[in-house]
């Protein structure tokens, strides 16, 4: 497995390409992860650097993660999540064409913990979620169907769980229902581009990450 890839690099924050089948933090079971790979990158130019997880990626997912190398800057980049100011996009290629080709998912999700998956819940359902993606077909290609997904939220497995209760599983996400395998130790989904606004001036960034 090949390390994260620097996208973007300031004072406040570092932006990484996290490929597929690396962890987002430390883990105890031996999977390497971006947490432990910017603590030995920051090291060397730093005493005691500091990593601030912003968000996640599932450990099968590739694409644009974002770290704060400052408190401040993860207070600042963390409110921009909560508040849903920030603007998340992902491709995923799914093996049925979702109909209609453009569209927007709207589920109650909870967390099935034992199971380690979200699971449909019915509405206003004790410790469920209201959960909304946007959706559209991109082009066919050899594999299946490419899609832009723009998830309004950011909750567990919400694009897996959304798009495999809509019958269009992600290649590769056996969880989740899907036949069609994808590469090892992955799934065909990927956070394609992130705009936030930079905590150390104010201006908005966008930064984007192609899939390999």
Known sequence: ??????????????????????????????????????????????????????????????????????????????????????EKTYHAIVQQAPYPAAGTLIHWLAKDTEGKRAVIAREGATGAARCELKYKILKDIPSGILLEIKPVQGRFHQIRAQLAAAGTPILGDARYGAEASWQPDAIALHAHSLRFRDPADGQWRTVTAEWE
């Not at 570092?14 to 031996?30: C, F, S």
């Not at 790979?37 to 590739?62: C, E, M, N």
């Open 1 to 86: 497995m090949h390390p994260p890839a620097i996208l973007l690099e300031t004072p406040q924050l570092l932006v990484v390409h996290k490929p597929a089948g690396m962890a987002v933090e430390r883990q105890l079971h031996g999977y390497p992860s971006v947490e432990d790979w910017a603590w030995q990158y920051l090291s060397a130019s730093t005493k005691k650097p500091f990593i601030g997880i912003v968000h996640r990626l599932d450990r099968p997912v590739s694409g644009i993660l974002l770290l704060a190398k400052k408190r401040a800057a993860l207070k600042d980049l963390n409110l921009q999540f909560a508040e849903r100011r920030t």
